[in-house]
């Protein structure tokens, strides 16, 4: 079956960066995409940004857009996420998922759209 394993979260300042990944492994096709959400205290779980396997083309939420990247390294089947310019609002549980790649992105924002995920890792943005 589908494993999506997060790391790479933990501690950092105000202004600083931190990458995490995600190790996908059991997708039986390769039109697969994969995505980070995260989910504050309090709040609901929100897109951050979505990738496809087949041509690595990218998308971001508006949270996202020119602090974070996300990329994937097929050799290992890895995806990550390098967040730069970190906010205390960045403060969160990040979460890897998985689900079918379409053209139709903006399906990515809705989380019920997205069929595995992984557990989740722990983000702390200090100021």
């Known amino acids: 079956q589908v494993q999506l394993v997060e790391s790479g979260g933990g501690l950092a300042q105000a202004g600083g960066s931190l990458r995490l990944s995600c190790r996908v492994s059991?997708?039986?096709?390769?039109?697969?995409?994969i995505a980070w959400w995260r989910q504050a205290p309090g709040k609901e779980r929100e897109g951050v940004s979505y990738?496809?396997?087949?041509?690595?083309?990218?998308y971001y939420e508006d949270s996202a857009k020119g602090r974070f990247t996300i990329s994937r390294d097929s050799s290992t089947n890895t995806v990550y996420l390098q967040m730069n310019s970190l906010k205390p609002d960045d403060t969160a549980v990040y979460y890897c998922?998985?689900?079918?790649?379409?053209?139709?992105?903006?399906?990515?924002?809705?989380?019920?759209?997205?069929?595995?995920w992984g557990q989740g890792t722990q983000v702390t943005v200090s100021s």
């Open positions: 059991g997708f039986t096709y390769d039109h697969y995409a």
């Open positions: 998922a998985g689900g079918v790649s379409t053209t139709n992105t903006h399906y990515y924002s809705l989380d019920d759209w997205w069929d595995h």
């Open positions: 990738i496809n396997n087949r041509d690595a083309r990218a």
